[in-house]
């Protein structure tokens, strides 16, 4: 299936006419504006829009992208990602790998003491992780894909307070990196394997969202301390593509820092929460 068409039709859906100042119509059988509607409010002709939909029209200029951008009412994010569909469309395949994190970086992660901190890549697998860090996780981070414990492990959905926002941001996150690496084959397999074994996973990827997090709320039902309610800040790696570090603390004289507290001291003497349920499957190394 073409992206950039199906991008545009899923955003075209969600659109209410009366937002873009078309009285609504009991007869409206279409969820969101019609493809005329579009064209006409975005100035391109209908039949040149509705090529675009059905992925036969190449090479729309920047000036129809941002009409287009403006009508949908994309916000910077997903205007970001749809100018990139349109230029992947006559690229070259753009691919991906995982670097080896760099001795400096790992160094920094174990500075980082009461705080859980990690590295991830693109596909949202753990490259490096402190000590706190492996016991969020109740295991050794590194190699876990978080999209794959997340919507296929008991252990995922145990450990996730919420996780309806965990699948959101998760599935939004591995759209924009399908828009950013389309020649990605380890990408690609993972999000096939998601879409195989996970229902929930496969009703998302349709709605064609994509998100990105730079900080937020992270909470946790973890099996040693029990509610863990964290502040996650993201920060990109310019020097290896769409890789990040995640570093999540508590405030001081707050519960979450003395379970935070707590967990170390687990860690420190060598005890280690047990997690039940089945083990996360190993597949290409995540």
């Not at 160094?107 to 590295?119: C, G, K, Q």
């Not at 995922?156 to 759209?175: I, K, M, P, Q, T």
């Not at 399908?178 to 074994?197: T, V």
Request: glycine share 8%.
């Amino acid at each position: 299936m073409d992206d950039l068409a199906d991008f545009l039709r899923t955003r075209r859906a969600r659109v209410r006419p009366e937002s873009v100042g078309i009285r609504p119509d009991s007869r409206r059988r279409v969820s969101g504006l019609r493809r005329e509607e579009v064209a006409h409010l975005s100035g391109v002709s209908v039949d040149y829009y509705v090529r675009l939909e059905q992925g036969r029209a190449r090479q729309p200029s920047v000036q129809v992208l941002d009409a287009l951008a403006r009508v949908l009412g994309l916000d910077d994010v997903e205007r970001e990602h749809l100018h990139r569909l349109a230029r992947r469309a006559v690229g070259e395949p753009r691919r991906a790998t995982s670097a080896r994190p760099r001795p400096g970086l790992l160094r920094v992660l174990e500075l980082i003491a009461d705080a859980p901190a990690f590295l991830i890549d693109h596909r949202l697998t753990v490259l490096a992780a402190n000590r706190l860090g492996d016991m969020i996780y109740s295991r050794p981070a590194e190699g876990l894909n978080i999209a794959r414990h997340l919507f296929l492990t008991e252990e995922g959905r145990a450990l996730f307070a919420d996780w309806e926002n965990c699948a959101l941001d998760v599935v939004g996150h591995l759209r924009l990196a399908a828009g950013r690496c389309p020649g990605d084959r380890e990408l690609a397999s993972l999000i096939g394997e998601l879409a195989m074994h996970s229902e929930r996973f496969r009703q998302l990827w349709a709605r064609a969202d994509v998100r990105t997090r730079t900080h937020g709320r992270k909470a946790y039902h973890h099996p040693a301390v029990g509610h863990l309610e964290l502040h996650q800040e993201n920060f990109a790696l310019p020097d290896v593509t769409g890789a990040e570090l995640i570093i999540q603390s508590a405030a001081p004289g707050t519960a979450a820092h003395d379970s935070l507290r707590l967990l170390a001291s687990l860690g420190a003497t060598g005890r280690q929460a047990p997690v039940a349920g089945r083990p996360e499957r190993a597949t290409d190394g995540a």
